[in-house]
């Protein structure tokens, strides 16, 4: 399937404008109100929202990475934003900074600074959908092999599953959080629980706990 170029103009504006939500959200986590309005960032004049399910969001990768996350696949705010996990309700930037990973709380937006981090992302299936649960088994299709490919190119440390439906969409099972005995290559595998606000039950402290565990993996204490 063709992919859609959302235009620049658009991307940008739509990308402040979820830099803004973003801040907002961030100072203040209680602010339902926000949350219900968030639809309507995806409304980018002249955009078609249906068009989302088409876009392509490029790997954030680099050599030799401590940690590549993987996502199980972008959902339509990503989608619209070109950026990975930019739904303000989902805690993944927020779970990064709380466990170490970066020195401070980045947007979605600066998401090109993390391999600065030494930390990338991609995702188990790259098509978009406005839940997981909207994924076809064909949409997981060469997933394994295409992160074999990542690991033996790149060689990060670690590939991190941002869910357990990340890690069984990709090589068909059902794992559990933790350090996988799975290898490829030299890469470890971990799973860490879904950042997704659909994993609300969860409680952020548990979450803190698995993501902490893989940095204490990642970036061993010398101490």
Known sequence: MATTDVS??????????????????????????????????????GTDTNELYTVTIKDLIAKDLRVLFCGINPGR??????????????????????????????????????????????????????????????????????LARLAADLRPALIAFVGKEAYRGAFGERPSLGLQKRRLGDTRLFVLPSTSPANAAVPWAERLRWFKKLRALAVPDRS
């Not at 020195?103 to 937006?109: E, Q, S």
Request: aromatic residues 8%; glycine residues 8%.
């Open 77 to 146: 705010m990503s989608a619209a934003a070109r950026t990975h996990f930019a739904n303000p309700r989902n805690d993944f930037w927020r779970l990064l900074h709380a466990a170490g990973f970066t020195p401070r709380l980045m947007t979605p937006a600066e998401q090109r600074e993390l391999t600065g981090h030494g930390c990338g992302i991609t995702n188990s299936a790259h098509r978009p959908t406005a839940g997981s649960g909207d994924l076809r088994r064909g949409d997981f299709a060469a997933a394994a092999e295409r």
């Open 8 to 45: 620049a103009v658009q991307t940008s504006s739509l990308l402040d404008s979820l830099h803004d939500f973003q801040r907002r959200f961030n100072e203040n986590a209680r602010v339902k109100k926000l949350i219900k309005g968030w639809d309507r960032y995806l409304k980018v004049e």
